[in-house]
């Protein structure tokens, strides 16, 4: 599961769930979910009210614990990382085209390495 997917899930189910998340390949059958245009994409609000304990976060010892701010306070770019990554096509052999190529390529070497340890 990626640090992205993690933070997506952590989203939907609320703080508690950032620190269990287990890290690996997300499986094959994993529904991408479909983007919303711009000019309608509403701003997220935060999983947790002010003033929450995120407990969990403060490892230092002998620290005050660490309190969940109003939405207000964060910058507005943090409200824009769990959105999918928009890359324009730049004709064949670009960009675009090149990371679609190597996400494919992975993909099926991980389904020939699973099918092999079966």
């Known amino acids: 599961m990626s640090l992205q997917h993690?933070?997506?899930?952590?989203q939907?189910?609320?703080i508690s769930t950032l620190f269990q998340c287990r890290t690996y390949a997300v499986p094959a059958n994993h529904a991408?979910?479909?983007q919303q245009p711009k000019s309608q994409t509403p701003i997220p609000k935060s999983s947790c009210p002010p003033d929450t304990?995120?407990?969990?976060?403060?490892?230092?010892?002998?620290?005050t614990p660490v309190l969940a701010l109003p939405d207000?306070?964060?910058?507005?770019?943090?409200?824009t990382i769990l959105r999918p990554k928009?890359?324009?096509d730049d004709g064949p052999g670009g960009r675009k085209e090149r990371i679609q190529r190597r996400t494919?390529?992975?993909?099926?070497i991980r389904e020939r390495?699973?099918?092999?340890?079966q």
């Open 86 to 88: 928009e890359l324009e």
């Open 113 to 117: 390495n699973f099918m092999s340890t």
């Open 53 to 63: 304990v995120l407990s969990g976060i403060n490892y230092l010892k002998n620290q």
């Open 32 to 34: 991408v979910p479909a």
């Open 6 to 10: 993690c933070l997506r899930r952590t």
């Open 72 to 79: 207000e306070e964060y910058p507005p770019w943090l409200w």
């Open 104 to 108: 494919e390529n992975k993909q099926r």
């Open 12 to 14: 939907r189910t609320g």
